[in-house]
């Protein structure tokens, strides 16, 4: 098993900037990528930004060159810089880990409790 443990969420102005972090214990050594999914009002749940082992990064078009996300194997940390935001950007945020199997077939089995981000107009 794998826990995830989030911080930094909060309240930010249209236009400001906020950065969530996410620490992960337990079967470290079985987990190939991590990411973070976003939950908004009404909105169906979407993947925000992924990052492999390896470094390969993926995010939605909603975040292309406003968002980064980052690993720190050493520390076990995921992290995601948000800059430019947007009211539309408000939602739960999920910390999430796949195996590499899960990876491929675009799942993640393991979930954090979220940290909600709330941007203002």
């Known amino acids: 098993q794998v826990q995830l443990v989030e911080s930094g969420g909060g309240l930010v102005q249209a236009g400001g900037s906020l950065r969530i972090s996410c620490v992960a214990s337990?079967?470290?050594?079985?987990?190939?990528?991590m990411g973070w999914y976003r939950q908004a009002p009404g909105k169906q749940r979407e993947l925000v930004a992924s990052?492999?082992?390896?470094?390969?990064?993926n995010y939605a078009d909603s975040v292309k060159g406003r968002f980064t996300v980052s690993r720190d194997n050493a520390k076990n940390t995921v992290a995601l810089q948000m800059n430019s935001l947007r009211p539309e950007d408000t939602g739960d945020y999920f910390c999430v880990a796949a195996r590499r199997a899960e990876y491929y077939r675009g799942s993640y089995s393991f979930w954090g409790q979220g940290t909600q981000v709330t941007v203002s107009s």
């Open positions: 990052i492999t082992n390896g470094g390969t990064t």
């Open positions: 337990g079967s470290i050594l079985s987990i190939t990528a």
